[in-house]
């Protein structure tokens, strides 16, 4: 209790002011004459004006929540997004998959891509079947296109494939109508060429070039590509 007395002592200036301002304050705003009105609006002002970079600040800071919120969520839903385009491509080529081996003689084995290129001398993907599916080596590789390869390394659930494009890949293929075969390769990106023609085979743009099934690997007719450019 002493010091409590000697604390009220130390600081009993400040006590009395601030009783007698909060005395006035009470005084001043129980009064109703024209002059007390006045210095209430002017208090009102101050206090507002000293007021307005406190709000501004809160403000800004719940802007910036909200801004951050909204950045996280366009996150959200561009990564939705994302994922419903994924499964709808992968809706549609299963579809197209579905639909080539519905209208297909042979018997087709679905696969899926699960790395592309392990070595850098040969143009590969490898696929998620293997020997415990059935595979073999030298087995034909479609898509509902035509002919990307054939299996080079098969696994107990994986296999290696040797892409179309590769530069040591060969194939026997057919035109039609003519019928003229010849020795396919690739060139450059999606473009290949056909060799060792016969000169007199009529050729157009546009023709047809399927599998010759002269290939073990290859039955005939498997769909290859079309032709763009004749060349001399």
């Known amino acids: 209790m002493r010091s409590f007395y000697l604390t009220l002592l130390k600081y009993k200036d400040h006590l009395l002011f601030f009783l007698a301002v ?7 705003l129980r009064n109703e004459s024209p002059d007390i009105y006045l210095i209430r609006g ?13 709000a501004w600040v809160k403000n800004m800071t719940q802007l910036q929540k909200e801004t951050e919120l909204l950045r996280e ?9 994302e994922s419903m385009l994924a499964a709808y491509e992968e809706n549609n080529s299963l579809k197209d998959l579905l639909d080539y081996s519905r209208e297909s003689s042979y018997e087709l084995l679905p696969a899926k891509v699960i790395n592309m ?8 993907i490898t696929l998620n079947v293997g020997q415990k599916d059935g595979v073999t080596i030298n087995q034909a590789v479609l898509v509902p296109s035509g002919v990307i390869g054939k299996t080079l ?3 107990e659930s994986s296999t290696l ?7 040591n890949y060969r194939l026997s293929v057919r035109i039609y109508p003519s019928s003229a075969t010849g020795i396919l390769r690739h060139l450059i990106n999606d473009i290949y060429e056909i060799r060792e023609l016969q000169k007199n085979a009529q050729i ?13 690997i290859y ?9 763009i450019e004749i060349l001399d």
Do not use: A, H
């Open 161 to 167: 494939v040797q892409c179309i494009n590769d530069n």
């Open 22 to 28: 909060s005395l006035s304050l009470v005084f001043l």
């Open 153 to 155: 390394i098969v696994g």
């Open 42 to 54: 002017k208090s009102i002002d101050f206090f507002s004006f000293i007021n307005s970079p406190l």
């Open 204 to 216: 157009n743009v546009g023709d047809k070039v399927v599998t010759s099934g002269y290939s073990k």
């Open 73 to 81: 969520k366009n996150i959200q839903l561009r990564l939705q997004l």
């Open 219 to 227: 039955p005939e007719n498997l769909p290859v590509g079309k032709v």
């Open 117 to 124: 290129g392990i070595s850098s001398n040969i143009s590969s």
